[in-house]
């Protein structure tokens, strides 16, 4: 989402990108993902790196896990892209970047990026100021949620081929929808083409959180609330997995927040480690 009246991406999807850049900056190498481009899309105010919300240490599990689920979002994209995958589509997209970062893996495919109007049109507009432009292989799709507009309609005329598999991501979205909305998207993506894969994030009740890490998500659900975009739905594994199999996925399985952990984080001498509370669904039709 944006603020249609100062033409900026909301600040949840500010709050990622600085995150991803102060993993750079801030922790030790070897770095687990590797993204200052949206730290220049955003252009913060001077003195960024001192609001509460970039605390280096209160901060840091959550900025673990940040950059965790995107370094797996891209081993998977690199991992279909083996396998013939040619499409993807980042479901609010926000300031994702890999067009950007990654233009020899990307140019090979034809890239979707879904948002709302407001979010598409800044970023069209930064992308060009910055020298990066929107090359024909990337599709900023604007499409207004809150009106009612229909992302799986659009994708064709946009230049999606149904067709074909494709690759679907779609993190850090589903807390702010209904169980309802949440079931509609997997049943239209379980329509997707055989050999397709959806990666969706979803957040667990809290009983299910550690109780080291209780505390901090129990505290960020009132600034979301005043940030306009308040936590709605939180998911068991269970409960996730039984939703897209019944939405139609032939194959479906849950990655635990603790999995990537253990693969990206086993050998830090830092402590660096991400907090619990956000697992992956991945699915295949």
Request: proline share 7%.
């Amino acid at each position: 989402m944006a603020d249609e009246r100062n033409e900026v991406p909301d600040g949840s999807a500010v709050r990622v990108a600085l995150w991803r850049a102060l993993h750079v900056r801030i922790d030790a190498p070897p770095h687990v993902f590797e993204d200052e481009v949206g730290l220049e899309l955003a252009a913060p105010e001077a003195g960024w790196q001192d609001r509460p919300d970039m605390d280096p240490h209160a901060t840091s599990g959550f900025r673990a896990a940040i950059v965790s689920r995107a370094r797996f979002v891209e081993d998977l994209i690199d991992e279909r892209i083996d396998d013939g995958i040619t499409q993807y589509v980042v479901l609010g997209a926000g300031l994702d970047t890999f067009a950007q970062r990654r233009p020899d893996v990307a140019g090979h495919l034809r890239v979707f990026e879904i948002d709302q109007p407001a979010t598409q049109a800044w970023k069209r507009r930064r992308l060009i100021e910055l020298g990066y432009g929107v090359p024909d292989w990337l599709r900023l799709m604007p499409v207004d949620f809150e009106a009612g507009e229909d992302w799986w309609e659009q994708l064709p005329g946009a230049g999606f081929d149904s067709a074909r598999p494709a690759v679907v991501v779609c993190t850090g979205v589903t807390m702010y929808l209904t169980k309802d909305a949440t079931s509609a998207a997997l049943r239209r993506l379980a329509g997707l083409a055989p050999g397709s894969t959806l990666a969706m994030t979803f957040m667990l009740p809290a009983e299910l959180v550690d109780d080291a890490d209780r505390p901090a998500l129990e505290a960020t659900e009132p600034q979301a609330q005043a940030a306009g975009t308040p936590f709605i739905s939180f998911y068991t594994p269970e409960e996730m997995l039984e939703l897209a199999h019944d939405a139609g996925f032939k194959d479906v399985r849950h990655v635990a927040g603790t999995t990537l952990a253990d693969r990206y984080f086993a050998d830090r001498t830092d402590g660096l480690r991400p907090s619990s509370g956000e697992d992956l669904l991945v699915a295949t039709t």
